[in-house]
């Protein structure tokens, strides 16, 4: 099946600061979404992005599906940014499932 | 408009026993998706139901069931519980399947002693 990988796993940040995470997918999809997990264990979706660049406040998605990788950018990260961002892909044929990149953990400290 | 509603929150049960959760799609929306995660397999597609209609089924065991009813709420079942399936079960609905619109309940954390 189709792999879904996201990078880095783990990341630190200070309050302010910008962050790039990353998804690489092994073949072609039909859909991909970022997700942010909260403490609570809820998935926010983020971004509808099966190609191309979306904005929404502090943050943007970029998918190069030719490329097969997704960029997800943070910027002037906040403490409520914490959690866990998770990429999930959509592969032809596949009845709707989403498979899912292990996500990258990321934690704002003040 | 009120979003997907997963109920319980919580839920302890004994090995060999049987559980029932329920997810209430937001209105409108007629598939519902199920998801279970670990921390060892991370989030892994269990079914996905549409007009009372089971469209697709990842690869768990048949202890895994769901149904959908007409109002597009729906169910799963877990049978003869093992400690392995202790894991927060999500699910997700969206206006047709997948895509746009993709909205995540709360879960349901199911720990089995």
């Known amino acids: 099946g189709i792999q879904v990988e996201q990078s880095p796993p783990d990341l630190i940040l200070q309050e302010g600061a910008n962050s790039t995470l990353r998804c690489n997918f092994s073949?072609?999809?039909?859909?991909l979404q970022w997700f942010h997990q909260n403490p609570w264990g809820q998935l926010i979706n983020l971004f509808y992005i099966p190609s191309g660049t979306k904005q929404n406040g502090r943050l943007s998605a970029t998918t190069v599906a030719t490329e097969r990788y997704s960029l997800l950018y943070i910027s002037s990260s906040q403490t409520t940014d914490s959690g866990v961002y998770f990429c999930?892909?959509?592969?032809?044929?596949?009845?709707?499932?989403?498979?899912f990149g292990k996500g990258t953990s990321l934690l704002v400290t003040p | 408009k009120a979003g997907v509603t997963q109920t319980p929150r919580y839920l302890i049960k004994t090995r060999g026993q049987q559980v029932t959760l329920s997810c209430s799609p937001i209105s409108g929306h007629r598939s519902v998706s199920w998801y279970q995660q670990t921390p060892g397999q991370g989030l892994q597609f269990l079914f996905e139901y549409f007009s009372e209609t089971q469209r697709n089924k990842g690869n768990f065991p048949g202890r895994f069931s769901g149904r959908q009813f007409s109002n597009s709420r729906s169910e799963m079942n877990v049978s003869t519980l093992e400690l392995g399936d202790s894991a927060l079960y999500l699910c997700?609905?969206?206006?047709?399947?997948?895509?746009?619109?993709?909205?995540f309940g709360s879960g349901t954390r199911l720990t089995v002693v």
């Open positions: 999930a892909v959509e592969p032809p044929n596949s009845g709707y499932a989403l498979n």
């Open positions: 073949d072609s999809v039909n859909n």
């Open positions: 997700a609905s969206s206006p047709s399947g997948g895509g746009y619109g993709y909205t």
